[in-house]
């Protein structure tokens, strides 16, 4: 499940890490969420607003009485706003100001009007960590229900050694997901789930190949979905800018033949197999093994069909193992899928349209959904990781 459509508040104070703060904006805000990020004095000190303004897209408010602005009661629009306040890095003296409920600038006070618990990452020398008043402040706001991402022990910038480096920005974020983001039941657990993702690539010669316009990112965001649903991972795909999840296997290939091996080595040992990859259905007869000169005239190469996966495997799987096959069309999407269904001996198909907010490459995708004995589910226009969490919690009764 993504961040979309949540309203964050970042609060910077005046520490060293605050270097590592843009990272952690820019990963909320790629993952959908809205971000207002307010600094304290200090903390301009050691980055400025412009970068933060870059990263988030929107202005950064610093001063409670600027007299070159109009703001009004801002500090409590912005505590309203909030559906969660961050503040990373954490000073001990902020976390001393707002454990006595001192507001004496803009993110003091929009913390003191917060109704809600907010999320905190300290980072100092371990000496002002160890403080007694500072673990004092420290417990104190554990008390009131304040969630903290604690700091962790390493060099630190002083030189020192010990507690107090700030958590990196990504367990941050992760931290921020599960504050907000319902826990999902595991409903896969105990299950083994085989997802393939991306584009194949068809060598043509030395230097080039045929491919298509696929991300992965449909496939990698079942990938994240099963593992939240509890199922053991495995993910299979072709080149891709993404990162790899942190899938219990992940395996690389390039050609729809080495899609093919390798799905067909895992497939035993899956309970289910999604087919979200684009595999290229024909290859070139030929490969040419040096690059393909121009010579004036025109190249003609001739295409051979490649391996049909799926039939290939559905036709060979036990009876309680689920294949789910992925259409992406661009017309009579719901007939070609319903054949491909049948034709291909398949449980169920994900019918996709190609346009700019579905299909390759897009974040958000509107799918449906088409089970063997069924009416088709029709999904809204969603996140490509709403898609797969609401996909895999219609299919885990049947895997
Ligand atoms: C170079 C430098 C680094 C600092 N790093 C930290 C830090 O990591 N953690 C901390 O609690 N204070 C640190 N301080 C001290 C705070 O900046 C200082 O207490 C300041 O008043 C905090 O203001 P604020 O909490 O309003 O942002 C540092 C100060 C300097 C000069």
């Known amino acids: 499940m993504s961040l979309s459509g949540k309203q964050l508040v970042v609060g910077l104070t005046g520490g060293v890490s605050c270097y590592k703060v843009p990272n952690l904006v820019r990963l909320l805000y790629k993952d959908g969420a809205s971000v207002q990020v307010i600094m304290t004095d200090a903390a301009t000190k050691f980055i ?4 933060l303004e870059s990263v988030s897209q929107r202005p950064v408010a610093v001063r409670m009485f600027p007299e070159d602005e109009y703001v009004a009661t801002r500090h409590i629009d912005y505590s309203d706003w909030a559906e969660l306040i961050i503040i990373a890095p954490a000073t001990a003296n902020f976390m001393g100001k707002i454990a006595t409920g001192i507001s004496d600038d803009l993110l003091t006070t929009v913390v003191t009007a917060h109704r809600n618990p907010i999320l905190i990452a300290p980072a100092m020398n371990p000496g002002m960590w160890e403080n ?24 630190m910038a002083c030189d020192h050694e010990g507690v107090g480096r700030m958590a990196e920005p990504e367990e941050i974020f992760e931290a921020i997901k599960a504050f907000l983001l319902p826990v999902k039941k ?5 299950k083994k789930v085989l997802i393939t993702a991306g584009p194949t690539r068809e060598k043509i010669d030395a230097v080039r190949f045929i491919s298509n316009y696929s991300s992965g990112k449909m496939g990698y965001a079942l990938a994240e979905a099963a593992i939240e649903l509890g199922a053991e991972t ?6 891709s800018a993404l990162a790899p999840p942190p899938v219990a296997r992940f395996i690389s290939i390039e050609s729809t033949e080495q899609l093919y091996q390798a799905v067909s080595k895992e497939f035993a040992n899956t309970d289910c197999l999604i087919m979200a990859a684009a595999p290229s259905d024909f290859k070139p007869e030929t490969e040419y093994s ?42 009579d999407a719901i007939a070609n899928a319903t054949k491909k269904l049948s034709d291909k001996n398949l449980d169920a198909i994900v019918v996709n349209k190609v346009s700019t907010n579905t299909g390759f490459n897009s974040d958000t995708n509107q799918v449906t959904l088409i089970l063997r004995d069924g009416e088709p589910i029709e999904f809204p226009l969603l996140t490509k990781s709403e898609t797969s969490i609401k996909l895999l919690e219609v299919l885990a009764p049947l895997i």
């Open 132 to 155: 007694p008043v500072t673990q004092k402040n420290y417990n104190y706001l554990k008390e009131l229900g304040h969630k903290f991402v604690d700091p962790a022990a390493g060099e």
């Open 48 to 51: 400025t607003p412009l970068t």
């Open 290 to 331: 040096d690059k393909i000169k121009r010579n004036g005239g025109s190249l003609n190469l001739t295409f051979e069909p490649t391996v049909d996966i799926l039939k290939s495997l559905s036709n060979g799987k036990r009876k309680n193992q689920l294949v789910i096959g992925f259409a992406l069309e661009t017309s």
């Open 186 to 190: 595991k409903t896969l657990s105990g």
């Open 234 to 239: 495995t993910l299979i795909s072709g080149p």
